[in-house]
């Protein structure tokens, strides 16, 4: 039988093999083993059709794919005016792991670096919320948002938090400064273990795929997240999903998109597509090499590119 689309997207895998430049991300042991021959991608239209090609099987860590969703939640929880007190909306144009803070203010510039990410982890739930139901509360919006029940790898976060210097004095310099509440050491657990969602390629198709489709789910069709909620979500990615490098990506593939550093990313197209691809070696701003690439061709093959 002749399946036009997953043919299209096999061939268009092989034709990046070949491509193996990079590195996987070497700061988190449990990453650095990973297997970098690894290589999928799915899409999913808003209306619910998906489509997959090469390890889409494969769960690997969402790592800061998780920021953009997590974000969602916080606005929910706290509301839109209550999270931008204490995060940001501009594109910082540093490094993810850089404290980027506004001046004056001290809030971490957006929330898809980790100082504004770990600030948004902290706002989950309520003022007084336990680390515990932090947690809780991602994974669950996390599987409404997949259509399926998401687990966390307890390996990977503890491989994570050995290394985790760097975010801890990043939650302590946010608490310093009075812009975060919660206890530092729980607050950056918490958003390991949110880093540490196990997720496939298609998970994160129907996660965006549920942005595009203005926060209801395109399969269960529940209502999942605000219009609104999901357009400042996508909005945010589109200024600092790829950090350092938003806006040479945003003008050459013009797909909204963020990236983790297990090799996932993700992209979206309101009322189109939602995109997953997986590959985990890293370029130099920590973002997917090879599944950057499978985005620059789709963009270019189907006429992606938002403007
Ligand atoms: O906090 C960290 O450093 C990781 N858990 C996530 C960083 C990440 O995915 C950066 N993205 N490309």
């Given amino acids: 039988m002749k399946t036009p689309i997953p043919d299209y997207l096999d061939e268009l895998l092989d034709s990046l093999r070949a491509d193996t430049s990079g590195t996987t991300a070497q700061y988190i042991p449990e990453l650095a083993q990973a297997n970098p021959d690894l290589f999928a991608l799915s899409v999913t239209t808003a209306t619910g059709s998906t489509y997959s090609a090469g390890d889409h099987l494969e769960e690997f860590t969402i790592q800061s794919i998780s920021k953009p969703f997590a974000y969602a939640a916080a606005i929910m929880d706290r509301g839109l005016n209550r999270v931008l007190r204490s995060v940001g909306v501009e594109a910082s144009g540093e490094a993810f792991n850089e404290l980027s803070l506004e001046e004056g203010t001290h809030r971490p510039e957006n929330p898809m670096i980790n100082a504004g990410a770990i600030m948004t982890h902290g706002l989950l739930v309520a003022e007084d919320a336990s680390s515990e139901a932090r947690v809780a509360r991602v994974l669950e919006l996390f599987s409404q948002l997949a259509g399926r029940e998401l687990c966390i790898d307890e390996t990977v976060y503890a491989s994570e938090m050995e290394t985790a210097d760097r975010n801890l004095a990043t939650a302590h310099m946010l608490r310093s400064y009075g812009i975060l509440g919660a206890d530092a050491h729980e607050v950056v657990s918490g958003y390991t273990r949110q880093c ?42 589109a200024v600092a999903g790829m950090y350092d490098a938003a806006g040479d990506w945003l003008t050459r593939v013009g797909i909204p998109a963020k990236s983790g550093v297990a090799g996932g990313l993700v992209g979206v197209l309101p009322d189109q597509v939602g995109i997953g691809a997986f590959s985990p070696r890293l370029d130099a701003h920590g973002n997917s090499q090879r599944a950057g690439r499978a985005f620059e061709r789709l963009s270019t093959d189907m006429g992606m590119h938002l403007f």
């Fill in 196 to 237: 540490s969602i196990l997720v496939t390629v298609e998970d994160l198709s129907l996660m965006s795929a549920t942005l595009a489709n203005g926060g209801v789910q395109p399969r269960t069709r529940e209502r999942v997240l605000s219009e609104g909620i999901a357009q400042q979500v996508m909005s945010v990615m």
